[in-house]
């Protein structure tokens, strides 16, 4: 029986998408504590008494516009990846979401069931960059999670890994295809989080957002910094695939106020035409498997607002999905090469 195991952990998604089941995952998601980051009773009243009253029956229609026929492409992708990984590995590999299901509990209950020697899981968070409402909540539930079900079991987290040259080399085979056939710019569209998220990651307590430069001035606060992670992702892609300074730029998507990360996303594309920039790429490196986020807030309505605008031709990538060259890194995480 093996000693030595690995687990995947992705964001998650709804069940379905009928409203009671996009309810219940909006409400898990909502009330960790590290996507929302208020105190308990606020978070709660902001949640049940306002958010959770209007927005599930408009997530269900955004979730019910991609949903294939296997299910949510999340999950599937997740699955798939999943598979592939166990192909090149002899270690034992499960996986897991942080919300809805199957859950980080479930993944650990089936590698333990499965092998009653396991002592240590290597935990894999499939987000490439640092921050308190993706990366940080899984290693904080895994632990949770494993202190009061599987005492004694050893945890060890693969860290971000923004400027992995494996996962850099395989961004860039993702990309390459879609240079050769033409473009005015490139975007470089990021998971947008709360300015307070930043400040808030900063263990300097004094170096993140006091500057214009912050990010690109040496740190320790850059260990766990969104913000300069997804900026060194860019500067280490383009720079590998030689692309001029003038043709890409970075913007942040899925906002929920005017107090997250900038230049935003939506407004980008709404003012990239008037700028001459007519045929667009748009790349999503902070997620690793397609989902609403990138089909339906970027491909759909992204691609509305851009051509809208005045834009002719919109090209989304795909994200790393099961890509050879992914497979291939994550499988070498799982076996602890």
């Given at each position: ?52 009253r209007t927005r599930p029956e408009k997530s269900a229609e ?7 026929e296997e299910g949510s492409p999340l999950i599937v992708l ?205 790349l999503c490196p902070a997620f690793v498997s397609d989902c ?46």
């Amino acid at each position: 029986m093996a000693k030595h195991a690995a687990l995947l952990v992705n964001l998650g998604s709804p069940d379905s998408y009928q409203v009671p089941d996009v309810k219940k995952y909006l409400r898990e998601f909502l009330m960790d504590k590290r996507v929302i980051d208020y105190p308990w009773f606020f978070r709660f009243l902001l949640i049940e008494g306002i958010i959770l009253r209007t927005r599930p029956e408009k997530s269900a229609e955004a979730y019910k516009s991609i949903w294939w026929e296997e299910g949510s492409p999340l999950i599937v992708l997740s699955y798939r990846l999943l598979e592939e990984v166990r192909k090149h590995t002899k270690v034992p590999v499960e996986l897991g979401m942080r919300y809805g299901n199957p859950s980080i509990q479930d993944g650990l209950q089936k590698l333990v069931d499965d092998n009653p020697d396991l002592k240590e899981v290597k935990l894999i968070p499939l987000y490439p960059h640092y921050a308190m409402s993706s990366f940080e909540t899984v290693v904080v539930k895994a632990q949770e999670v494993i202190e009061k079900h599987f005492k004694g079991l050893k945890l060890h987290v693969q860290e971000a890994f923004y400027d992995h040259p494996g996962y850099i080399a395989a961004l860039g085979k993702t990309l390459l295809p879609h240079l050769d056939k033409g473009y005015d710019h490139i975007l470089f569209s990021y998971h947008g989080i709360p300015e307070r998220h930043i400040r808030k990651s900063d263990i300097t307590g004094s170096h993140c957002l006091n500057s214009p430069d912050c990010c690109s001035i040496d740190s320790p606060a850059h260990q766990y910094c969104y913000r300069h992670q997804v900026f060194k992702t860019t500067e280490l892609l383009v720079k590998e695939l030689g692309i001029p300074r003038e043709k890409y730029s970075n913007s942040f998507q899925s906002r929920l106020d005017d107090k997250w990360l900038t230049p935003f996303t939506d407004k980008q594309l709404a003012e990239f035409p008037r700028k001459g920039i007519k045929k667009l790429i748009v790349l999503c490196p902070a997620f690793v498997s397609d989902c609403l986020e990138t089909i339906e807030e970027i491909g759909e309505e992204g691609r509305k607002i851009f051509l809208e605008a005045g834009g002719t031709e919109f090209t989304l990538v795909p994200c790393l999905n099961d890509q050879n060259d992914w497979i291939r890194l994550v499988s070498s995480w799982a076996s602890g090469d």
